[in-house]
């Protein structure tokens, strides 16, 4: 029992106003520590051994080291920076291993971003600057793969929406639902999700946004990827910071943590097999998500317990499906504590540490109950699952699923056919800005069940796509542009 993992100390913060009212993502972060340490026992600064960071849309190599001089740290915390493509449940489940097997006491994992101050710059024509600090962290922690293939970033480039529509244009086969049917119906689920926004002092958001208001778009509603609009994105350009302190039994009994401010990891679940979309078997049940959801459901079955608390990951609408699918859940607003990404805020690579402290205050006023964070990394290339629970059940659990996945997810072939034919299994449609045009990416297959990334600026077809479906028809393209 010494050794079992627990949270004494959260701390949140965000900024709005102009560019003079805001501080760059280093400050931030430092300032959530420092509420995370007011929250628990100012002593527990002597026993953080480590500081674990979600890299973010910033520059500096190892702020772990710096918040550790800033804050008076005892120890010389190893600081570790987890890039882009590694999920961010990763880094609270390490910290946890580490804690119960005795290796470290205490850590610190804390996240942050200021895009919205680089956002006040350009509008104020003012210089925005960073903290320079140029020394290596301990470690980086990184994926061991590109999350997207070069033919798929020709066409959608880096940004993740267009991906995430091309999911949901599958689900919505999947589901047999006309796109009038599933436009609607994800609208009405981010209605709910703005509605829970609305009552969270923490959310960026501070207005209630109909289902009419998602669907219609409009010069502050802008079609980003059909069947997306910029209400059904997560909104980035936010300044917020996270902040969890994880440490022992023992240093918490040391310390005199209150037991209502005590909340416990039960089980975590990870799927990290990456394959890029257009080469998954299955784009919308990957096997290694069906494994890690099953790993938690099996564990509250065990334990005979119910689920009380939810925030499923909401960058898009098609995360919270696929993740209520796999939990056998119903689409709700209950399915988020927030207020989801579009609406509470949705920071590049932190979110879950922002999830995660509004679930572990909720518990707090609850001991009763149990929560349940999902997270994504890439276009729901890797997926995450957390318990947590107000009180201590049992010693907390872990699976990694990856090698599981691996046997039986195997990745398709892409086509080497420039002409043919080919069903198409997902598409959307962007605008491209540079030409002033639209234009269609198509997913699809080849006789030989091969895939190809294919497009079309043909705005007959364009326009027949945004009224009826495509996913399942059998079409005919050469040079990789519909026909």
């Given at each position: 029992?010494?050794?079992?993992?627990?949270?004494?100390?959260?701390?949140?913060?965000?900024?709005?106003?102009?560019?003079?009212?805001?501080?760059?993502?280093?400050?931030?972060?430092?300032?959530?520590?420092?509420?995370?340490?007011?929250?628990?026992?100012?002593?527990?600064?002597?026993?953080?051994?480590?500081?674990?960071?979600?890299?973010?849309?910033?520059?500096?190599?190892?702020?772990?080291?710096?918040?550790?001089?800033?804050?008076?740290?005892?120890?010389?915390?190893?600081?570790?920076?987890?890039?882009?493509?590694?999920?961010?449940?990763?880094?609270?489940?390490?910290?946890?291993?580490?804690?119960?097997?005795?290796?470290?006491?205490?850590?610190?994992?804390?996240?942050?971003?200021?895009?919205?101050?680089?956002?006040?710059?350009?509008?104020?024509?003012?210089?925005?600057?960073?903290?320079?600090?140029?020394?290596?962290?301990?470690?980086?922690?990184?994926?061991?793969?590109?999350?997207?293939?070069?033919?798929?970033?020709?066409?959608?480039?880096?940004?993740?929406?267009?991906?995430?529509?091309?999911?949901?244009?599958?689900?919505?086969?999947?589901?047999?639902?006309?796109?009038?049917?599933?436009?609607?119906?994800?609208?009405?689920?981010?209605?709910?999700?703005?509605?829970?926004?609305?009552?969270?002092?923490?959310?960026?958001?501070?207005?209630?946004?109909?289902?009419?208001?998602?669907?219609?778009?409009?010069?502050?509603?802008?079609?980003?990827?059909?069947?997306?609009?910029?209400?059904?994105?997560?909104?980035?350009?936010?300044?917020?910071?996270?902040?969890?302190?994880?440490?022992?039994?023992?240093?918490?009994?040391?310390?005199?943590?209150?037991?209502?401010?005590?909340?416990?990891?039960?089980?975590?679940?990870?799927?990290?097999?990456?394959?890029?979309?257009?080469?998954r078997q299955k784009l919308i049940n990957p096997t290694g998500m069906l494994l890690a959801a099953k790993f938690i459901k099996d564990k509250i079955d065990k334990l005979d317990k119910e689920i009380n608390l939810f925030d499923l990951y909401s960058c898009f609408p098609v995360a919270v499906e696929m993740f209520a699918d796999f939990l056998n859940l119903k689409l709700s607003k209950k399915l988020t504590i927030t207020g989801g990404m579009s609406f509470a805020g949705g920071p590049l690579n932190h979110y879950v540490l922002t999830s995660t402290v509004k679930l572990i205050e909720k518990l707090r006023s609850d001991k009763s109950k149990i929560g349940l964070i999902t997270g994504v990394s890439g276009v729901m290339t890797k997926q995450s699952f957390a318990l947590w629970s107000g009180k201590f059940i049992e010693d907390f659990s872990f699976k990694d699923v990856t090698e599981d996945a691996k046997l039986n997810d195997k990745p398709k072939n892409l086509s080497p056919k420039d002409s043919g034919t080919a069903k198409i299994i997902g598409y959307t449609i962007l605008n491209d800005k540079k030409y002033n045009e639209k234009k269609a990416v198509i997913y699809a297959e080849d006789e030989n069940k091969d895939r190809l990334v294919l497009h079309s600026k043909n705005n007959m077809i364009i326009s027949e796509m945004e009224k009826n479906e495509w996913v399942g028809k059998k079409v005919k393209f050469k040079n990789k542009s519909l026909l």
């Open positions: 029992m010494d050794n079992a993992p627990v949270v004494v100390g959260v701390g949140s913060i965000q900024q709005k106003g102009s560019f003079d009212d805001l501080d760059e993502a280093l400050i931030l972060m430092d300032k959530a520590v420092k509420i995370a340490v007011n929250d628990s026992n100012k002593d527990i600064t002597k026993y953080i051994d480590e500081i674990r960071i979600p890299k973010g849309y910033w520059k500096y190599r190892d702020p772990g080291s710096w918040i550790a001089i800033n804050n008076n740290f005892v120890k010389k915390p190893k600081t570790y920076i987890t890039k882009i493509g590694v999920l961010q449940q990763n880094l609270i489940n390490e910290a946890i291993k580490n804690i119960h097997n005795g290796s470290i006491e205490a850590s610190l994992i804390v996240g942050g971003e200021s895009r919205y101050k680089m956002v006040q710059a350009y509008r104020e024509n003012r210089e925005y600057k960073e903290i320079k600090l140029e020394q290596n962290p301990y470690s980086y922690v990184k994926a061991i793969s590109d999350l997207n293939l070069k033919e798929e970033v020709d066409e959608l480039t880096q940004m993740a929406v267009g991906y995430y529509a091309i999911l949901e244009s599958a689900y919505r086969f999947n589901k047999k639902l006309s796109l009038d049917e599933h436009n609607i119906a994800i609208a009405k689920l981010y209605e709910g999700f703005s509605e829970i926004a609305y009552s969270n002092i923490d959310a960026w958001s501070d207005k209630k946004f109909s289902a009419e208001e998602i669907i219609n778009i409009s010069e502050k509603n802008k079609q980003q990827a059909y069947p997306y609009n910029k209400l059904h994105c997560t909104s980035w350009n936010i300044n917020q910071a996270s902040a969890v302190i994880i440490c022992n039994k023992k240093i918490a009994d040391l310390l005199n943590i209150d037991e209502s401010k005590r909340i416990y990891p039960l089980a975590s679940s990870e799927n990290n097999h990456m394959i890029p979309l257009i080469k």
